[in-house]
């Protein structure tokens, strides 16, 4: 988990940090599958009908170069883009953090947050998957798509917010609990 102890102020504490769920992955995956078959069934029917030469060997390389774009654009694209956004609770604050050549990201302070929310479908409650939605005291509720176990996410962020709108940052209860404080 470095990327996110590296944007953590002193003294703040690293409740969760979660990638978007895999299902974002499914289509690059099945599209990967596809379009290397697809490349391989070219390249043995060039191979075994182009003439032998020149031809042959600029056909295999076109069959290459547009199986290589299409990878690049419809796989790792979205497998970077899955890989670089993260989503982040602490004890202070919520940040989403995402991009790879241009980054982009929000905090919103838990004392900000005025309401959370969760939706899911049927297909998202099979894959345990679901929108987080969160409304900060000054803008338009923001919605967070493909959060992993979002009804845990969502009750543990509940949780953070309840605390720290009565002063406890959720971290001392736990302390508490365990003997810490005495």
């Given amino acids: 988990m470095g990327y996110p102890e590296d944007v953590l102020a002193p003294e703040e504490q690293l409740i969760l940090h979660r990638h978007p769920h895999w299902k974002m992955l499914f289509w690059p995956i099945?599209?990967?599958?596809?379009?290397?078959?697809l490349a391989g069934f070219a390249g043995?029917?060039?191979?075994?009908?182009?003439?032998?030469?020149t031809a042959q060997t600029v056909l295999l390389i076109a069959i290459l170069a547009?199986?290589?774009?299409?990878?690049?654009?419809?796989?790792?694209?979205?497998?970077?883009?899955?890989?670089?956004?993260?989503?982040?609770?602490?004890?202070?604050?919520?940040?989403?953090?995402?991009?790879?050549?241009?980054?982009s990201g929000i905090d919103i302070p838990m004392s900000r947050i005025s309401s959370v929310q969760f939706r899911h479908g049927l297909f998202d409650?099979?894959?345990?998957?679901?929108?987080l939605i969160i409304e900060s005291s000054s803008s338009e509720p923001l919605e967070?798509?493909?959060?992993p176990s979002v009804q845990q996410v969502h009750s543990l962020l509940y949780?953070?917010?309840?605390?720290?709108?009565?002063?406890?940052?959720?971290?001392?209860?736990?302390?508490?609990?365990?003997?810490?404080?005495r």
Avoid at 30 to 37: D, E, F, I
Avoid at 80 to 100: A, C, P, Y
Wanted: glycine fraction near 8%; proline fraction near 2%; hydrophobic fraction near 45%.
């Fill in 30 to 37: 099945v599209t990967l599958v596809v379009v290397t078959a």
């Fill in 125 to 131: 409650r099979m894959l345990g998957t679901g929108t």
């Fill in 159 to 181: 949780h953070q917010v309840f605390d720290v709108d009565h002063g406890d940052n959720g971290w001392d209860a736990q302390r508490r609990e365990h003997g810490e404080y």
């Fill in 44 to 53: 043995g029917f060039a191979a075994r009908k182009a003439p032998a030469g």
């Fill in 66 to 103: 547009i199986w290589l774009i299409i990878v690049v654009w419809r796989c790792v694209a979205p497998i970077l883009s899955w890989k670089s956004t993260h989503f982040i609770i602490t004890d202070r604050r919520l940040m989403v953090r995402q991009g790879v050549l241009t980054h």
């Fill in 144 to 147: 967070y798509d493909d959060i």
